[in-house]
């Protein structure tokens, strides 16, 4: 069973960039799709990229779209989350998941069956 830990959240102020980082143990990583959520206070938790397991394919939300870089790296386990221009609308904590459906780009919480325990990203005005 792979598990997820984030890391590289902070308090930014808006326009500023942050990095997330998102490792996994076991051996499977590089066989599953993967995907970065974010949940504000009071909100649901939403979808904010998704990864193919090759790095090939990669989908945003329309809200993050220019602006934030979904990657990964196989060899390293790791995958990350580039956030520039943030603003402070930004403000959640965020989730790194893992999926094996095929359906893992249409950023449905139900598809990810792999959670991290989140990070948190706090963006002053």
């Known amino acids: 069973q792979v598990q997820l830990v984030e890391s590289g959240g902070g308090l930014v102020q808006a326009g500023d960039s942050l990095r997330l980082s998102c490792a996994a143990s076991?051996?499977?990583?590089?066989?599953?799709?993967m995907a970065w959520f974010r949940q504000a206070p009071g909100k649901e938790r939403e979808f904010v990229a998704a990864i193919s397991w090759s790095g090939a394919n990669t989908y945003y939300a329309d809200s993050v779209k220019g602006r934030f870089t979904i990657d990964r790296d196989n060899a390293k386990n790791t995958m990350y989350l580039q956030m520039s221009s943030l603003k402070p609308e930004d403000t959640a904590v965020y989730y790194c998941a893992a999926s094996g459906s095929g359906a893992y780009y249409r950023g449905s919480v139900s598809v990810y069956d792999i959670w991290g325990q989140g990070t948190q990203v706090t963006v002053s005005s």
């Open positions: 076991g051996r499977s990583f590089r066989n599953l799709h």
